[in-house]
């Protein structure tokens, strides 16, 4: 059901954990599911992300896409970091049974919600980023995946 890289990502979690004076905090629920992700960003002044940590209340897939993601966006800029979308972390782990795309939406969200905490203390727009949600639901999945 499961390809190796989630059965990786799920049983060894790569940056877990939280971030003393992150740059930007984001967190996204799923009412649904009642799983929350929490991601903590840590940005130079070339807005370069330099550090990033998850925390995951939540199922397998959905740490795993944490784990994966919180990987891909390291060492991007905040721009480069807009591309990791839950269809790059998906692929990036070989895929997820379609019941769990929705795991894979809430790194997404996580991520663009701490990128706009950052923007937010900062004073700064971050092109191509709106304000994110605090709660995906099934409607939500089907307009994005
Ligand atoms: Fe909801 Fe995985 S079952 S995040």
């Known amino acids: 059901m499961y390809s190796e890289k989630v059965m990786d990502h799920f049983t060894n979690p790569r ?13 996204v ?13 840590d940005i130079d002044e070339n807005n370069v992300i330099k550090d ?5 209340f939540g ?8 784990s994966m993601a919180t990987e891909l966006v390291k060492g991007k800029t905040i721009e480069e970091a807009l591309t990791v979308t ?5 692929e990036a782990l070989d895929g997820l049974p379609p019941v769990k795309v ?3 939406l809430l790194a997404e969200e996580a991520i663009h919600a701490a990128l706009w905490d950052y923007a ?6 971050i092109k191509g980023l709106t304000e ?13 995946y």
């Open 59 to 66: 199922c397998g897939a959905a740490v795993a896409t944490s």
């Open 86 to 90: 839950n269809k790059a972390v998906m």
């Open 102 to 104: 929705h795991c894979s």
């Open 52 to 56: 990033c940590k998850f925390k995951t």
């Open 15 to 27: 940056n877990m954990g939280e971030l003393d004076n992150p740059s930007g905090v984001g967190t």
């Open 120 to 125: 937010q203390k900062n004073g700064i727009e």
């Open 29 to 41: 629920g799923n009412a649904k599911c009642g799983d929350i992700m929490r991601i903590y960003l």
């Open 132 to 144: 994110p949600k605090k709660d995906i639901h099934e409607d939500d999945e089907e307009e994005e």
